[in-house]
C-alpha cells in the first residue's frame, strides 16, 4: 500500500521540544533551590511561597513547558509504538486533555482565594 | 575458535536457531570474515554476502557480539568468544546471515540520490571551490552497507516511513552540494514528523558506522536548515 508522508511539519515540534527544554533547565534548578532554602514549611508558610504574583506566574509558565514538552516526547513514543491511526488518535487526546487539564488546575490553584 | 552463528532456512520449515561452531584458526592479522569463509567450506549451507573483502562494498554487514560491523575489516583477535553472529536487525531474514535488504534501498531512493541540475550540460566539469567541495567531507565516502540505519530503534519501529541514517546523510550529501540546484524540494521532502524527525540524536548510528561518518551531525545540519527557512 501507498504511504502518505510530507507533512511538512515537525519542525515547529522539534523546536518547541528544544525551546521549552532550555526553560525547564533554567526553571526547574531555581525552583528547587527556592523551595529548598524555604525548607522545612508549615502550610501557611507554604502559601507565602505563593503569594508574590511573579512566582504564580512562573510556576504556571514553567508547569506550561514541562506540559509541552511532555507532549512532543509522549507524542513520539506513541507515533514509534502505535501504528493504528485511530488508537494513537484516542491516545493524543487522552495525553492533551490530561497535560492541559493539569495546568488549567494547577492554575486554578494558585489563584485560588484560600 | 568458539562462534555462535545464527542459522535459518525457511525452505526447511524449521524455527531459526543458533549454531555452535569450533574453528581452528589462528586470529593473528585474520578478519572475521576469514573465519566465516572457512567455516563455510566445511559447510557451504552457511549463506552470507560478501565480495571486495576490504571494507569498500559494504555486503558483509552483520551483527557481531551485539554490534553491526562488516566482517572483513573486524580483526578476529578483538572479539571475546563465543562469537556471536546474528543477521543485520530489523531487516527480514532471506536466509542465514543474509537480509532483504529492500526497505533500506527504498528509503534511500526516497531521496533521490542523484544530482539535481537543469542548468545547460557544460562542456566541462561543474566546478566547486575547495570550500564547497569540503562541505561533501564526512557525507560522500558511505557505502550503503546499512549497518547505522539497523542499529537504529526509529528504522525498527517505522522501517516504512523513517528515511533512516544512512538515507539522511545522503540526503545532506546533495542538499550540501553547490553544484544541486534542488535544496528547497529536497527539505520539502524530508520535512515530516516520520521522515525526518522520527531521529532523537541517540547515536547508534555514529557507534555502528564502520567508515566513521556521524549521520547524527548531518541530520542536525537538516534540521538547522529546516529551522533557517521556518523562522
Request: hydrophobic share 45%; net charge neutral; aromatic share 8%.
Amino acid at each position: 500500500m501507498k504511504l502518505a508522508v510530507g507533512a511538512h511539519t515537525g519542525t515547529g515540534t522539534w523546536l518547541m521540544q528544544r525551546a521549552t527544554a532550555i526553560v525547564l533547565s533554567l526553571a526547574l534548578p531555581g525552583l528547587t533551590i527556592h523551595f529548598m532554602l524555604a525548607w522545612p514549611v508549615d502550610f501557611a508558610g507554604w502559601q507565602a511561597l505563593f503569594a508574590p504574583l511573579w512566582m504564580r506566574v512562573l510556576l504556571l509558565l514553567t508547569v506550561l513547558a514541562l506540559a509541552l514538552h511532555a507532549w512532543v516526547g509522549v507524542r513520539d513514543i506513541l507515533m514509534d509504538y502505535v501504528h493504528f491511526t485511530g488508537l494513537r488518535l484516542a491516545l493524543y487526546l487522552a495525553v492533551i486533555i490530561t497535560l492541559a487539564g493539569s495546568v488549567a488546575w494547577l492554575a486554578a490553584v494558585l489563584w485560588s482565594q484560600a | 575458535m568458539k562462534f555462535r552463528l545464527y542459522r535459518y532456512n525457511p525452505e526447511s520449515g524449521k524455527q531459526p536457531y543458533m549454531q555452535d561452531v569450533e574453528l581452528d584458526i589462528d586470529p593473528a592479522g585474520r578478519m572475521l570474515l576469514d573465519a566465516l569463509l572457512a567455516i563455510k567450506a566445511r559447510d557451504e549451507t552457511l549463506s552470507l554476502r560478501r565480495s571486495c573483502r576490504e571494507g569498500v562494498c559494504g555486503s558483509d554487514a552483520m551483527n557481531v557480539n551485539g554490534r553491526n560491523r562488516l566482517a572483513c575489516i573486524t580483526p578476529l583477535g578483538e572479539l571475546s568468544e563465543p562469537i556471536e553472529i546474528r543477521p543485520l536487525p530489523g531487516l527480514p531474514v532471506i536466509r542465514d546471515l543474509i537480509v532483504d535488504m529492500e526497505p533500506f534501498y527504498r528509503q534511500y531512493r526516497s531521496i533521490k540520490p542523484w544530482l539535481i541540475n537543469d542548468d545547460p550540460v557544460p562542456e566541462t566539469e561543474r566546478p566547486q571551490s575547495p570550500e564547497d567541495r569540503a562541505l561533501l567531507d564526512g557525507a560522500y565516502e558511505c557505502i550503503l552497507c546499512a549497518c547505522c540505519t539497523t542499529a537504529c530503534p526509529s528504522f525498527w519501529w517505522n522501517p516504512d516511513k523513517f528515511v533512516g541514517p544512512a538515507g539522511l546523510l545522503q540526503a545532506y550529501r546533495f542538499i550540501a552540494d553547490s553544484r544541486d540546484e534542488a535544496m528547497a524540494a529536497r527539505l520539502d521532502n524530508l520535512e515530516d514528523p516520520y521522515r525526518l524527525y522520527r531521529c532523537r540524536g541517540i547515536m547508534n548510528c555514529v557507534d555502528a558506522c564502520p567508515k566513521g561518518l556521524n549521520p547524527t551531525e548531518a541530520i542536525g545540519r537538516i534540521k538547522a536548515l529546516l529551522v533557517k527557512r521556518r523562522v
